[in-house]
């Protein structure tokens, strides 16, 4: 199985590619300039596993929410490269894979992304038997203040809102923080961990399909 990722949603641009569960990745975060980035990203990924695009067996995205270019980035490039080689895509959320970097160490995770406008991204997600981080409450872009509610157990914070909007945050929870990373971002590689689970359980969409998710209908970058 050869599986790759691209993650744009957020100020970390990253690609990631895995061969029968051999990772190799790049990140690097430089707002703004994902467009210039992303491409010789996978190219490098392509040279070092010594394969072609033609090769690969499915393309995984960060279909947001994040910034409005940043996903739009995203489903260009993948449609240019799907579209190309009649690959069929994997679309997964960019708030999952940024719970998905704490699986190893977490079981429950609060992510809150910074959408601007006084507004968090937010999902609530929990780790399942296989270390996947599955989502247990809709996604939402909303308040800082106005959260879904939280079940009684241990959390973790990850993302930039729990920078910008760090006391508001906190102030949501009783004792059952047990601690927060702001200057995290969902990364490709992470993406493809979601995404070979769901290789396996076949769950891949034709291109033409993928959309991205915004969360809303007035966008900022």
């Not at 949603?9 to 992303?38: K, M, Y």
């Not at 999902?123 to 989502?135: A, S, T, V, Y």
Request: net charge negative.
């Amino acid at each position: 199985m050869k599986i790759l990722a691209i993650e744009t949603a957020t100020e970390g641009c990253s690609a990631a590619l895995d061969i029968d569960n051999s990772c190799i990745h790049r990140f690097q975060v430089s707002p703004r300039r994902h467009t210039e980035l992303i491409l010789p990203m996978v190219d490098e990924l392509l040279r070092e596993a010594n394969i072609h695009m033609q090769d690969v067996d499915a393309i995984a995205f960060g279909r947001g929410p994040g910034s409005f270019t940043g996903v739009r980035i995203a489903i260009g490039i993948i449609q240019g490269l799907a579209f190309a080689h009649d690959t069929p895509v994997i679309p997964i959320s960019s708030l999952n894979a940024l719970a998905q970097h704490y699986a190893d160490v977490y079981t429950h995770v609060a992510t809150a992304i910074d959408a601007r406008m006084q507004e968090i991204y937010w999902g609530l997600f929990k780790r399942n038997d296989q270390g996947i981080m599955q989502q247990i409450t809709e996604e939402v872009v909303c308040s800082p203040t106005a959260i879904s509610k939280l079940p009684e157990c241990n959390w973790f914070g990850a993302g930039t809102g729990w920078c910008t909007y760090n006391k508001e945050l906190k102030s949501q929870f009783n004792l059952n923080l047990i601690g927060y990373s702001a200057d995290v971002f969902p990364s490709a590689k992470d993406v493809i961990t979601l995404a070979k689970s769901a290789y396996i359980e076949g769950n891949i969409i034709p291109v033409e399909v993928a959309l991205p998710v915004y969360l809303r209908n007035k966008v900022v970058n």
